[in-house]
Nanobody
Framework: QLEESGGGLVQPGGSLRLSCVASGFTLNDYLIGWFRQAPGKGPEGVSSISRGGDMTNYDDSVKGRFTISRDKTKNLVFLQMNSLQPDDTAVYYC???????????????????WGQGTQVTVSS
């Protein structure tokens, strides 16, 4: 089971840090991705981080603003979000992919486990 936290209401230009924690398994054994879904839109891959943390990727819309990272000792994955804009408003989900043939991915079909999501609202 995955659980996200850290969402909330923030003004444009502000920052939030999302956290993802797992119960029942070790995040370090999984490719981890962050996805988001805005009202009326389909799910969108935001960022992912490889099992070793040595590779990351980002959707073009968040490059230079968002940073994904792991804390292996605490079994956590973070998404630091800076310079937030109203278009970033969405429910954000973390997801885990077990198949070790998949090294890095923003394709939601590659992921096996999903959290319930945390709401991020960017508004003045």
């Amino acid at each position: 089971q995955l659980e996200e936290s850290g969402g909330g209401l923030v003004q444009p230009g502000g920052s939030l840090r999302l956290s993802c924690v797992a119960s029942g398994f070790t995040l370090n054994d999984y490719l981890i991705g962050w996805f988001r879904q805005a009202p009326g839109k389909g799910p969108e891959g935001v960022s992912s981080i490889s099992r070793g943390g040595d590779m990351t990727n980002y959707d073009d819309s968040v490059k230079g603003r968002f940073t994904i990272s792991r804390d292996k000792t605490k079994n956590l994955v973070f998404l630091q979000m800076n310079s937030l804009q109203p278009d970033d408003t969405a429910v954000y989900y973390c997801a885990a992919a077990k198949d070790d043939r998949i090294y890095i991915s923003l394709d939601s079909n590659d992921y096996d486990h999903w959290g319930q999501g945390t709401q991020v609202t960017v508004s003045s």
